[in-house]
Each structure stands twice: as structure tokens, then as C-alpha cells.
């Protein structure tokens, strides 16, 4: 179609860390500066997301950027609460986000969590920077408010600035025994062949001009192609939460990366057993400037083009799955695009064995990164599905023929009320963790000490 211009849309920047590692404080920070730089009204809220357009930047980044550089319109960011599995952030053939921003204590160094999130940012070859948050809490700081981070160097004493360095490179050394040449970012030349570190504090703002520049950086010289989308083609996108929303029903709230949608869309979506057929009744967003997780006032709008986070209501979406592929229909036959949403949902799939272990997960993303865990584990899996642990997961763990297999994982799931009694019943073990390995530990061991 001759009449669709391409156009570049906003980069999507996945924020994720360990938890209590600063993540929200950063967003809030980048947010809180647009604010206080009278820029307020272009910062958009979405849900799940938050959008900052390249005149906000560069007004933060100062001196550091010239926004005649760039031609991307700004940067859409996602925060991934530390409960909720950020591998959900996937998308046709790979990640949702262009590229991601890992967020790292720099007192505590690398956790659980962090190592969980290098091997996601790893497998999916997503491009990432990692920001050495709270560097104020080095004793003796003297804290520069949202200066780039070489004046606050420049402020600081030899002792602080020693002490900083040498958690700085505790970072750089973690990052190199998880497989990645890192360095500081302002000695980094090939951002393609090495890690950028950044100081910062989400505290007092420094250091987050520098954040800032290099993530504009990065997007422009590596990601411009991927970025230009035909924007008025039919929306498509991912399932980050499935809610209920008082006066809607069950809600998905979606990051749409290609296209347009559209309030009365037709709409496919990635289902529990089948792709859900729908259509949709309201596109919601909160409110200008309030925050989304406890923002309950939405407002409806038409549409919303890529890249954005928005909240579609729509009849049937009880059964969506977080992390599934949400597809709009438009000018084309619906079949083929069910199918389409079909062979997305059976690239996730398990393979499953005769006999093995009954995986449960939170979200497609989080199931496939357990499968993966599980096959270098060499443990066999006989089911995998997304969702909490029902009373017939116990009944299929119980039909496993070695004892050892007996046995159900649960990543970042709840045992529902109604299983608590079969489980009590049943020989089988449950295994429930947030951190893949920590669970798959947790079996081993137990597998190990059957053996004894
Ligand atoms: P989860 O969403 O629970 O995973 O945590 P998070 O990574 O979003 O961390 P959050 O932003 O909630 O920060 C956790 C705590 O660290 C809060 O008490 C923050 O005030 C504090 N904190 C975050 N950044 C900084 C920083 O740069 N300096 C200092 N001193 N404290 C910080
Ligand atoms: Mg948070």
C-alpha cells in the first residue's frame, strides 16, 4: 500500500534489576527532572509505560546530546516490577525491548535476579546498558542533583571517588564472568562490542544525563532501521498483565510495537488452549501524570499507534495469557491471522517427554525460559502450561512413572485454594521459586537426596 508512509517509532526500553535495585526510582527520576524542567505536558503516561520524547531528553541531557542528531522521536520506557517475571517482554521472534536498561545496586553487585535478567538480555541478543544505581551512597558523597556524572566526579573526594571505582569495577568484573566485556561507558568505542556501565543515583539524578545520552546513542546508530513502521497498518503487540478492571471485565494490558489499534478492532489474542477472537470495547490510558499501578480513572482513546503501552477491554480476555501475541485484524481474513497468532504460540511450546516434571509459570516468556533451564538441567518435563497450580496439575504429576518426577514447578505462581487439599492427598512434591535456578536447585537437591 503505496498511501502508508513509514515512520520511525519509539524505541521500547525495558528497564529491569534485581529487586529494590532502583528501577522505579529511575523512571520517577527521568519523570520527576521532565517536570521540573517545565516539560511536564510531553511526558505521556501509558500503561505499563511510560513515553519521553526526544525534546524532554535532550532539555535533561544538557550539554551532553544535540537533539539535532537524532531523528527517533524519544524513548518509550517499561518498568518491570521485580515480582513480576520481566521475561513476559517478548515478541514475534525475540524481545519486545530494542534495548534495556539493567539496573544494578552498586553496593550489593550482581543478585539473583540480575544474573536471571543477563541471561534473558543474553538469549533474546538484546542490546542493554547497565546503570550502577546509588552511587550517593558511597560514604562521603557529595551529592551533584542531576549533574552529568563526570562534574560529580569532579566534586568528589579521592576517597569517595576510590570507593566508588572499586565497586564500579566489582560490576565490570561481574559482567566479565557472565560473558560480557564491560566498561566504564565514556571509554566505551564499539557500544556493539562492549557493555557501557553508567554511574548514577536515581536519588539525586546524577548521572542519569548520561544514562540518557547513551540509550539515544544507542538507539539511533544501531536501531533506526527496525524502527521505521508502517504506522497506520494493523496494531500488533504483547500481553504484559492480564487484569480484572472494575466495569470492564478481565483486561490485558498490551505494548503494541508495530501499527495502529483501533476502539471496535477486531482482535486476536493468544489463548490458555485456543487464540481468543474479540473485539474491542474501550482503549484505556490513566489519567495525564498519575501513576499507573494505582491509577484506577482511565481514560478512553480512539487509538494508539506504536510504539505505546495501552489497556484493551474487550469480551473473552479471562483467558489471555501474559506474554501472548495480541494481533488486530483489519482489511485482512481472519483466519490467517489466527493462524499467524497459532505458529507464534507453538514457537513457545514445550517439548514435553513420557515422562518428567509438570511446569507451571506465570507467563509465556517465563515458561520458555524455564524449559530452557530444564533442558540444560537435563530434567524432563511432561507438562508446561502458564498459570497457577490447579488441582489437575497435581493429578497429571501423579501420573509420572519415576517417583522422582513427581513433582511440579511453579515459577512466580500461587497454589490455588481448591489444590491445597489434593496436594496434601497426593504423593507429590511442589517446588515453587521467583528465581529459575534457585527452583531448579531446589529440585535437584531433592532429586539428590531420593537417591541417597
Ligand atoms: P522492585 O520494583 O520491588 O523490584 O524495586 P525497584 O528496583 O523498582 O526499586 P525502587 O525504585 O522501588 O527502590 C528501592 C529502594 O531503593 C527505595 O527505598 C528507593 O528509595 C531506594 N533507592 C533507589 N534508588 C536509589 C538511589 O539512587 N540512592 C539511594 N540512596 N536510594 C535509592
Ligand atoms: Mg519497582
Do not use: C
Request: hydrophobic letters at 40%; proline letters at 5%.
Amino acid at each position: 500500500d503505496h498511501t502508508n508512509a513509514d515512520t520511525l517509532r519509539t524505541p521500547i526500553v525495558a528497564v529491569l534489576g534485581h529487586v529494590d535495585h532502583g528501577k522505579t526510582s529511575l523512571l520517577d527520576t527521568i519523570r520527576g527532572s521532565a517536570v521540573s524542567e517545565g516539560e511536564a505536558g510531553a511526558i505521556t503516561q501509558h500503561i505499563g509505560a511510560t513515553d519521553i520524547p526526544l525534546d524532554t531528553i535532550s532539555g535533561m541531557a544538557g550539554e551532553l546530546i544535540d537533539p539535532t542528531d537524532f531523528d527517533l522521536p524519544g524513548l518509550l520506557f517499561i518498568d518491570t516490577p521485580g515480582h513480576h517475571s520481566f521475561s513476559t517482554l517478548r515478541a514475534r521472534g525475540g524481545a519486545l525491548a530494542d534495548i534495556a536498561v539493567l539496573v544494578v545496586d552498586v553496593n550489593d553487585g550482581f543478585q539473583p535476579q540480575t544474573e536471571e535478567a543477563i541471561d534473558i538480555l543474553r538469549r533474546t541478543g538484546t542490546p542493554f546498558v547497565v546503570a550502577a544505581n546509588k552511587v550517593d551512597t558511597t560514604p562521603g558523597w557529595n551529592p551533584q542533583d542531576g549533574q552529568p556524572i563526570q562534574k560529580s566526579l569532579e566534586a568528589q573526594s579521592e576517597r569517595a571517588e576510590s570507593m566508588l571505582n572499586e565497586n564500579l569495577y566489582e560490576i565490570i568484573g561481574q559482567l566479565s564472568d557472565a560473558g560480557f566485556s564491560a566498561d566504564l561507558y565514556w571509554r566505551v568505542q564499539d557500544f556493539q562490542k562492549n557493555i557501557g556501565v553508567v554511574p548514577l543515583s536515581a536519588l539525586t539524578g546524577e548521572g542519569v544525563p548520561d544514562l540518557l545520552t547513551v540509550l539515544m546513542g544507542l538507539s539511533q546508530r544501531f536501531m533506526k532501521e527496525e524502527m521505521a513502521i508502517d504506522v497506520r497498518g494493523p496494531g500488533e503487540g504483547t500481553v504484559l498483565e492480564v487484569k480484572d478492571e472494575r466495569g470492564f471485565g478481565a483486561t490485558i494490558d498490551t505494548v503494541v510495537y508495530d501499527g495502529v489499534v483501533r476502539n471496535g478492532d477486531r482482535l486476536v489474542v493468544g489463548g490458555q488452549e485456543e487464540p481468543i477472537v474479540t473485539e474491542i470495547r474501550a482503549l484505556l490510558q490513566p489519567r495525564p501524570l498519575e501513576e499507573i499501578r494505582t491509577e484506577k480513572e482511565f481514560e478512553k482513546v480512539a487509538e494508539v499507534g506504536a510504539a505505546a503501552g495501552v489497556k484493551i477491554a474487550a469480551p473473552d480476555l479471562d483467558r489471555a495469557m501474559a506474554g501472548a501475541p495480541v494481533r488486530v485484524v483489519r482489511d485482512r481474513p481472519e483466519v490467517e491471522v489466527v493462524e499467524e497468532v497459532k505458529a507464534e504460540l507453538a514457537e513457545i511450546e514445550v517439548d514435553t517427554a513420557e515422562d518428567g516434571v509438570v511446569v507451571k509459570a506465570d507467563t509465556l516468556g517465563s515458561l520458555e525460559a524455564m524449559a530452557n533451564a530444564l533442558r540444560e538441567a537435563e530434567v524432563p518435563v511432561l507438562r508446561a502450561e502458564v498459570g497457577d497450580i490447579a488441582p489437575r496439575d497435581i493429578a497429571v504429576a501423579e501420573t509420572a512413572n519415576q517417583d522422582e518426577h513427581k513433582a511440579i514447578l511453579g515459577f512466580n505462581v500461587d497454589l490455588l485454594a481448591n489444590a491445597e487439599a489434593e496436594l496434601e492427598n497426593a504423593d507429590v512434591k511442589l517446588f515453587t521459586n521467583d528465581v529459575i535456578y534457585q527452583l531448579i536447585e531446589d529440585y535437584e537437591t531433592f532429586v539428590e537426596e531420593r537417591q541417597r
